[in-house]
Structures are given as structure tokens and as C-alpha cells.
């Protein structure tokens, strides 16, 4: 489609010049390097422009959302304030999109008058010291006695189609969760120690975590109980993790055949952070 000046009920403007090219309102580019470029890609592109540093100051807490990073090096990178990869302004609106969905479904919970609470900070003094947010806190719509915490997560049509069967066995649920295969497998037990943070934190017994699927709008509850094993688990693992922050030091990599970014340097060795820093920065083109 040509898109025509006036058609977004926008003014018409004169042509503006971008590195060499004219962009006019009215016509499709030619050139086939800024084939499907328009004015507005190129204005929402500068806007969304990922301008942060590649290092923020090291943070002091442990964030839910990192203690399910299966790699002790990534988890303490993030930890220390690495940024990772400048973000893409494509990556950008999916996670506004995310924030997006997360509020429709608090809307849906207040319009119900089921919404007791949402986007709750929890501060654990530790140690290892943890602030994190949990989205919702409901009551059940059936048994007004019941609190459940959920949590909401976007995902696209190929991870929801990877997702375990939906059952309304909180047990099974949680195995189907914890013994899923593959990417998706990773990041779903990633939410899941994030989850039941938020239930040990809250001293709750059970929630539930949705996944919504951004193609189809279909949706997956899965309720889920506490589970204070998988909590010692995480715990031993915040206290092995944890001395490497006063000391500036960076753990080897422990995800084993996903070498990405800085896992690849000196891998299996701890560094010290100044390096790691100076490896980061050089490493960038
Ligand atoms: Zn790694």
C-alpha cells in the first residue's frame, strides 16, 4: 500500500532530507537499502534509539527475574550492571507490548472485583537481599477465603504452542513447567523462580502464572502451589553467588553450549570486573 499524505489524519509536510535521501510523505522509496522505510519508521526509530551506557553501577539486590538466569555469569553480569546488547526498537515495543497486556489483564481482575493488589515491590533484606514486584494479587472469583498471586507473561504463538499441558493439578502443573525441554523450557523455570519468590516473600501458598499468547489472545493459567525446596535451592545458590559482588569478581559460565557475549571470555575462569569491562567495551564494533 502507497501510503498518501493525510491518510493517518496527520498534515502533509515537506520532504525532509535523511542522509542523502529524500523521504516525502507521499511516495514509497525507491531504493532498495530503505526498501519499506517511511518517515515514521525513521522518526520512531530515533525515538526509541537505545542510548543507555553498556554499564550501569552495580546493583545492591538480587532481582527475582535474574535468579532464574541458569548462568552464574550472567546472573552476576546483570548484577553488576551489565546491559548486554543494546536494545533493538523492534525489542523495545514487544516489551512496552508485554507492560501493555500485563495491564489489560489488572483492568479485567479490577473490573471483576477480584484485583486485592498489583505491581507490589517486595524488599527482602536477605541476606542475599532481593527487591522485586509482583504483578497481581486476586482473590478467587468462587471462594472469596482463597488469595492467589499471579503472575502475567506475554509470549509469542511458537512458545505457547511449547508450553505443557494445561492441567487443574497445581502438582502437575508444576512438573510440566519444571521438566519442559528446549529454549522455552529455560525461560518458563526462570518465571517459575521468580513466582514462587514472590509467594515466599508474600508467605502465600499458591498463584498462578499466565501466559497470554500475543498472535492468538489465547491464554494458559497455570495454578501453582509453594515450593519451599526449590526455594532452598535458590537460596544455597544466592549464597554462593553472593560474594562475588563485594569482591568485583565474575564467575565462570555455567551454560554449557550457549557461549554468547561474555560467557566466551576466559570462560571457565573467574574475572575480575575491570577486565571483564574493558573486554566488553573493546569487543564492541
Ligand atoms: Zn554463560
Redesign the pocket.
Known amino acids: 500500500m502507497v501510503i498518501q499524505r493525510g491518510m493517518l489524519g496527520l498534515s502533509a509536510r515537506p520532504p525532509k532530507k535523511t542522509k542523502g535521501k529524500t523521504v516525502s510523505g507521499g511516495k514509497r522509496l525507491s531504493s532498495s537499502s530503505a526498501a519499506g522505510q517511511t518517515w515514521l519508521k525513521l522518526s520512531v526509530n530515533t525515538h526509541r534509539e537505545d542510548k543507555r551506557k553498556l554499564w550501569d553501577p552495580p546493583k545492591t539486590d538480587w532481582h527475582p527475574s535474574s535468579l532464574g538466569e541458569?548462568?552464574?555469569?550472567?546472573s552476576l553480569l546483570k548484577m553488576m550492571g551489565y546491559r548486554g546488547d543494546p536494545v533493538s526498537q523492534k525489542l523495545s515495543r514487544i516489551f512496552d507490548m508485554g507492560k501493555i497486556i500485563e495491564k489489560l489483564w489488572q483492568d479485567d481482575f479490577q473490573k471483576m472485583g477480584i484485583l486485592l493488589s498489583k505491581n507490589v515491590r517486595l524488599l527482602d533484606p536477605g541476606p542475599p537481599s532481593i527487591n522485586g514486584e509482583y504483578d497481581v494479587m486476586i482473590r478467587h472469583p468462587f471462594e472469596p477465603t482463597r488469595k492467589l498471586l499471579g503472575e502475567i507473561k506475554s509470549i509469542n504463538d511458537r512458545g505457547f504452542k511449547a508450553l505443557p499441558p494445561l492441567t487443574l493439578d497445581p502438582e502437575t502443573n508444576y512438573r510440566g513447567i519444571m521438566e519442559t525441554t528446549g529454549d522455552i523450557g529455560a525461560r518458563i523455570r526462570g518465571y517459575m523462580v521468580q513466582f514462587q519468590n514472590y509467594l515466599r516473600l508474600t508467605k502465600m501458598e499458591e498463584g498462578f502464572i499466565l501466559f497470554d499468547n500475543k498472535n492468538t489472545q489465547e491464554y494458559s493459567d497455570y495454578l501453582l502451589g509453594y515450593h519451599p525446596e526449590l526455594m532452598d535451592e535458590c537460596q544455597a545458590r544466592m549464597m554462593r553467588l553472593d560474594p562475588y559482588r563485594p569482591a568485583m569478581i565474575i564467575p565462570p559460565?555455567?551454560?554449557?553450549g550457549?557461549?554468547?557475549s561474555?560467557?566466551l571470555y576466559r570462560?571457565q575462569e573467574e574475572v575480575p570486573l575491570v577486565e571483564m569491562q574493558k573486554f566488553s567495551e573493546d569487543a564492541i564494533i
Not at 541458569?70 to 550472567?74: A, G, I, L, S, T
Not at 559460565?253 to 554449557?256: A, D, N, Q, S, Y
Open positions: 541458569v548462568c552464574d555469569r550472567k559460565c555455567t551454560c554449557k550457549q557461549h554468547k561474555l560467557c570462560t
